[in-house]
């Protein structure tokens, strides 16, 4: 596939940057306008910071508080202006406006990474720019922590439906618990 050659501009020999802004947000009626207006000002802001930026434009989704990717009108938008090589650096509020769990953002990050030409992320709140950090290895170790805990969640919570259902529950024991944690704590006083 031939992509678009990257602008260079005229007063630095630089390369222009083509940048595009992604926002996801949450709407119910109650939400007012100005969430959206304070975004974009944040945006234009980075914009005049950054005279190397040409800007592609906003890409924002409205969640109604869905959980898939399929009403990510923008997103996939973004998407496919990406893979046209229209995109070099997608800037976004914060991880959690790009996706809603860690193995999402790792496999988007991958996704992006993996295109010729490669589009990088930067996420302003967490300061996080792939460009400058390309190893993705912190966010794996996170994640793997995340699902660590939540199998020992699901383990606590099947220990204790097996002990709470009928006919099962065992008082004594929970008794003797309670003793020696009371001993244990009396203990050092």
Known sequence: MITPEKPINIHTDEQITRVAFYDRNRVDPDTPISVIELQNALFYRLLKKHPEWENIGIYRDIDEFSTTSRNQLEFNKLMEDCKKGMIDLIVVKSISKFSRNIVDFLSMVSAFRSMDPAVELYFINENIDTRKNRDLTPFEYMYNLMTESE???????????????????????????SRKHRKHKTRGK
Do not use: N, V
Request: net charge positive.
């Open 151 to 177: 199998e020992r969640t699901k383990t606590k919570k099947e220990s204790l439906t097996t002990r709470y259902s009928p006919g099962k529950f065992d008082s004594k024991a929970l008794k003797k618990k």
